[in-house]
């Protein structure tokens, strides 16, 4: 079965500091593997988009890497800001279909001043 | 451009009752994707359509579900009857290409649908 896992469900950490988040599939083959922010209240807006060819992606601060192999993402941000506190999703996409996408439940992510 | 809108943001109706939801995409877009969130289990794609046409329809939960897209600028989800375990964050996202490639997914801001 098709799975997205995401860890930490939750994390808190000071302003300034780095954090990495975690996300492991078991969708293969898959396309691309997409990770979201999403403010409470909001609609997730995407950060990345890696292929399965691609090992890293940045975005300002958020970098997020790939391992094909071990099936593994990551979503590292550098020298957080208060306005880090969101969810952040990661989302597989299958190559057999577009409805088949599959969303990990997120990582409550919260920022202190 | 004002990003895909969607009204109404929210929307508390009593069990029985018939909902529609409203969802303009991005001007130029292809596809129009709707997906519902709850906290029980997270975000789930119900139903895309390509060029006005659905595709995939599979994710509808039940024969309660309908969606239509009379034309490019407007989409319509629509739930009769109503029930409480419908309850959630429904969101319309569109895109130039399918969700396959690598193009992004532009998300609205989200009904809150309450149902009594």
């Known amino acids: 079965k098709n799975q997205v896992e995401q860890s930490p469900q939750s994390l808190i950490i000071l302003e300034g500091k780095n954090c990495t988040l975690q996300c492991n599939y078991t969708v293969s083959p898959f396309s691309n593997l997409r990770w979201y922010k999403q403010d409470t209240g909001r609609g997730p807006v995407s950060l990345t988009i890696m292929t399965f060819s691609e090992n890293t992606k940045s975005n300002g601060r958020y970098t997020a890497t790939l391992d094909a192999d071990t099936k593994q993402s990551s979503l590292h941000i550098t020298a957080s800001q208060l306005s880090d506190s969101a969810s952040y999703i990661c989302?597989?996409?299958?190559?057999?279909?577009?409805?088949?996408?599959?969303f990990g439940s997120g990582t409550r992510l919260s920022i202190r001043p | 451009d004002a990003g895909v809108i969607q009204s109404p943001r929210h929307e508390v109706t009593e069990m029985g009752q018939e909902v529609t939801l409203r969802c303009k995409p991005i001007?130029?877009?292809?596809?129009l994707f709707w997906y519902r969130q709850t906290m029980m289990r997270g975000l789930e794609l119900l139903i895309y359509?390509?060029?006005?046409?659905?595709?995939?329809d599979s994710g509808m939960p039940e024969d309660r579900f309908s969606a239509k897209m009379p034309n490019a600028s407007f989409s319509t989800l629509k739930i009769q009857p109503s029930e409480p375990r419908d309850s959630a964050v429904y969101f319309c996202a569109s895109s130039f290409r399918l969700a396959g490639s690598t193009d992004t997914q532009y998300f609205g801001p989200g009904t809150r649908l309450t149902v009594l």
């Open positions: 001007s130029g877009h292809d596809y």
């Open positions: 989302v597989v996409s299958p190559y057999s279909s577009a409805s088949k996408i599959i």
């Open positions: 359509f390509n060029n006005n046409v659905p595709i995939d």
